[in-house]
């Protein structure tokens, strides 16, 4: 089996900055694309940002604010977030498409996710 596990969120001030990991083990032979979405009460989950080892992609309204970025030696992916604002209120999970052996398929797995608050 494949294990995300998130840390980091919390409460924060408006203006504030928090940044969350997402480590990765288990049964691993290599990983794709590993992202953040989020999901507010009501709303429905959406990406926030994700990274391949080419490339990384932010949703418009994260864009000039969060950072991610990933350790592949550590399998961990990171999510700086600045500029926080109450919008930025949710809980925030980690996923990632892992390869478990080399001639398995690419499965997507998902973290148990972090709630971050931001208070104005």
């Known amino acids: 089996q494949v294990q995300l596990v998130e840390s980091g969120g919390g409460l924060v001030q408006a203006g504030g900055s928090l940044r969350l990991s997402c480590a990765a083990s288990g049964i691993i032979f290599s990983i794709n694309t590993m992202g953040w979405y989020r999901q507010a009460p009501g709303k429905q989950r959406e990406l926030v940002a994700s990274?391949?080892?080419?490339?990384?992609n932010y949703a418009d309204f994260v864009k000039g604010r969060f950072t991610i970025s990933r350790d592949n030696a550590k399998k961990t992916v990171y999510l700086q977030m600045n500029s926080l604002n109450p919008e930025d209120t949710a809980v925030y999970f980690c996923n990632a498409n892992v390869r478990r052996r080399w001639n398995d398929p690419f499965n997507t797995y998902w973290g148990q996710g972090t709630q971050v608050t931001v208070s104005s």
């Open positions: 990274t391949t080892s080419s490339s990384t």
